[in-house]
């Protein structure tokens, strides 16, 4: 059964500062990664998709690279700002299913 | 022109009631899904629907039965709701199933059961 790890659970960074989110997944039989941004109260916007393919995906100030080999994704954002805080999800498709998801990394970035 | 939505996106109920939820796509996808996220925020596949078939039907209670009329709408119904039926539903869609293609997510319908 696949299982999807984020690391960490939660951090807290001053406006500026770049930094990466860590996923992991245990079945390296993946279709795609996706990098998705739930802000509270709200749905889920997708951020980044990497197809299985791919080792890296870039939108913006955002980076997401995978390798598959060892079952890891970063996401990596440049300059945080105040409005990058949300919660972070990764997200793998295996062969013929559905999304499994981590738990989600909740990001702050202050002023 | 939103590409994933669903109604109601709030629901209060009492217990024991049946209640329904609807989603729509204009993606022009052929693949419809219906995820739960519970109170610790985590996210589960529940059903998939391609082209008005299940395909993926997890460890879900018998009281969830989800439809598709077409393969743009997918509602979930919910009968006798109890009270560990509260959370937050989402409906997403994409191209295939398990495939290279990108998944999006309706605004989610938040379930409270009282």
């Known amino acids: 059964k696949q299982e999807v790890t984020q690391i960490p659970a939660a951090l807290s960074v001053p406006e500026g500062e770049n930094l990466v989110l860590n996923c992991s997944f245990t079945?390296?039989?993946?279709?795609?990664l996706q990098w998705f941004r739930q802000d509270p109260g709200k749905g889920l916007t997708s951020l980044l998709l990497?197809?299985?393919?791919?080792r890296e995906q870039t939108s913006g100030r955002l980076n997401a690279s995978l390798d598959k080999s060892s079952g890891r994704s970063t996401l990596y954002i440049a300059a945080s700002q105040p409005g990058d805080s949300a919660t972070y999800l990764c997200?793998?498709?295996?062969?013929?299913?559905?999304?499994?998801f981590g738990k989600g990394t909740s990001l702050l970035v202050t002023p | 022109d939103t590409a994933v939505s669903q109604t109601p996106k709030y629901l209060v109920t009492q217990m024991g009631n049946d209640k329904s939820i609807k989603c729509e796509q204009n993606?022009?996808?052929?693949?419809m899904y219906w995820y739960k996220q519970d109170s610790k925020k985590f996210l589960k596949i529940m059903f998939s629907?391609?082209?008005?078939?299940?395909?993926i039907n997890e460890t879900v209670p018998n009281r969830f039965s989800p439809k598709s009329p077409d393969k743009a709408h997918l509602n979930l119904h919910i009968n006798s709701l109890e009270l560990g039926d509260s959370a937050v539903y989402f409906c997403?869609?994409?191209?295939?199933?398990?495939?290279?293609?990108?998944?999006?997510f309706g605004p989610g319908t938040r379930l409270t059961v009282l």
């Open positions: 997403a869609s994409s191209q295939v199933v398990g495939g290279p293609n990108e998944q999006f």
């Open positions: 079945d390296s039989a993946i279709y795609n």
């Open positions: 997200a793998v498709a295996p062969p013929g299913y559905a999304l499994n």
């Open positions: 993606l022009g996808h052929d693949t």
């Open positions: 629907y391609n082209n008005k078939e299940l395909i």
């Open positions: 990497i197809q299985s393919s791919q």
